[in-house]
């Protein structure tokens, strides 16, 4: 219907003239709404994980902390100390897996780790006592501490008897006895593989070597040390087959070994004497080893010609075969030599040359001191040994 006197308006015009237009009717279109709520999410999903995420780093981090705290400070109360041997071939790898195999530390690789953190270590060959169960900044302090500090380094040479390595001991460690040491070692049950045959004493068993003793140990400990030292050095000289290979037993041969210590003085001698004895007990002749004469004699200042009639277990040249033990503590060469005796000179040798036929046998039998650095004469005849005994008297080598 329309007004009169008004023109008539078109209705897109009417509409428009009755809708002004103000800055709300431009507003942004709604779409544009959406990907900014999709942002927020996920700021707030990359916010809650890295959250979650340091949290359990935390909680890690608290784990291996612990862990560590727990391999380095064990929670055992028992820390008493005990003896650990280092090693001249160790490493710090083998004595971080014999540390743990000891109960010394918790983790042998956690120790190898703190080692290397801490600075490293020297390795001193050595005697310690590591405490147990105890911090393992503590038990590397031991072992940084040289063993000299603790121990007190003793040497026994070559050919010292029983008796020799007793009185050593107690000069240098006076709190140690001479008398104990002696009765340790002459204690039938102690442990020893190449014990005699009813044998009580340890003679010939102990490996003379430098050692290194603490305040902690007695004197059966330090025998059952020489002992387990002896019996690792037959093994790696290979004692049994060898002397079984001889025809003779181990202890025989240490026997063997013991006369050419004491007789010997310089390492060439040593298997030329070796074969005298085997040549002499082969022949059945008395051994006549002044050296076992002076071991069983009453008296070591009787005059040796006096000593040498006086009948006993000893005395070579009274008694055949070998003596009923050692008469000293052989080292490593002599053992050798005796399970390596040198061959006979051959025919052709110059000091095979008083045989009538050298072809028919030429033997090492005999050999009296030559030298004043202690080099032995060796003969194959009494006559050619009687003229080397005189040539030596005449030096004034002989008693």
Not at 94 to 117: M, P
Request: aromatic share 8%; proline share 8%; hydrophobic share 40%.
């Amino acid at each position: 219907m329309s007004i009169v006197g008004e023109p008539e308006l078109d209705r897109s015009d009417r509409n428009r003239s009755d809708w002004e237009l103000d800055g709300w009717d431009e507003v942004a279109e709604v779409p544009a709404v959406e990907p900014l709520r999709r942002q927020t999410r996920i700021v707030k999903w990359a916010v809650w994980l890295s959250m979650v995420l340091v949290i359990v780093l935390v909680l890690v981090a608290g784990y291996v902390g612990w862990w560590y705290t727990g391999k380095v400070q064990p929670s055992n109360g028992d820390v008493r100390s005990v003896p650990f041997t280092v090693l001249e071939t160790d490493d710090v790898d083998s004595i971080a897996a014999r540390l743990e195999e000891g109960g010394f530390v918790e983790d042998e690789s956690v120790f190898t780790w703190y080692v290397e953190q801490k600075g490293g270590l020297e390795i001193t060959p050595g005697f310690y006592q590591l405490p147990l169960n105890d911090h393992m900044g503590n038990v590397l302090a031991r072992l940084r501490t040289p063993p000299d500090q603790t121990y007190q380094r003793i040497t026994f040479p070559e050919g010292f008897t029983i008796e020799q390595m007793g009185q050593r001991l107690e000069e240098t460690m006076p709190r140690l006895s001479a008398e104990a040491f002696v009765e340790a070692a002459n204690d039938p049950f102690a442990p020893a593989r190449y014990r005699g045959p009813g044998q009580r004493s340890l003679e010939g068993l102990l490996f003379p070597d430098t050692y290194q003793i603490s305040n902690a140990d007695n004197e059966a400990q330090v025998v059952e040390r020489m002992i387990s030292i002896m019996e690792r050095v037959a093994s790696q000289e290979d004692l049994d087959e060898q002397a079984e290979a001889l025809g003779r037993t181990p202890y025989e041969i240490l026997v063997i070994a013991s006369m050419i210590e004491k007789e010997a003085k310089l390492d060439e001698d040593r298997a030329k004497i070796a074969r005298v004895i085997y040549n002499r007990l082969f022949l059945g002749m008395n051994l006549q080893i002044d050296a076992a004469v002076r071991y069983g004699a009453p008296d070591p200042d009787m005059p040796f010609p006096q000593m040498r009639q006086i009948p006993g277990p000893y005395n070579t040249y009274l008694n055949a075969g070998l003596p009923v033990t050692p008469i000293a503590n052989p080292g490593r060469a002599s053992i050798r030599a005796a399970l390596n005796p040198a061959p006979n000179p051959p025919p052709g040798d110059p000091i095979c040359q008083v045989l009538d036929d050298p072809t028919q046998g030429c033997a090492y039998l005999f050999y009296v001191l030559a030298s004043p650095d202690g080099g032995h004469a060796f003969a194959v005849t009494g006559e050619q040994h009687q003229e080397n005994v005189n040539a030596a008297a005449a030096a004034g080598l002989l008693d």
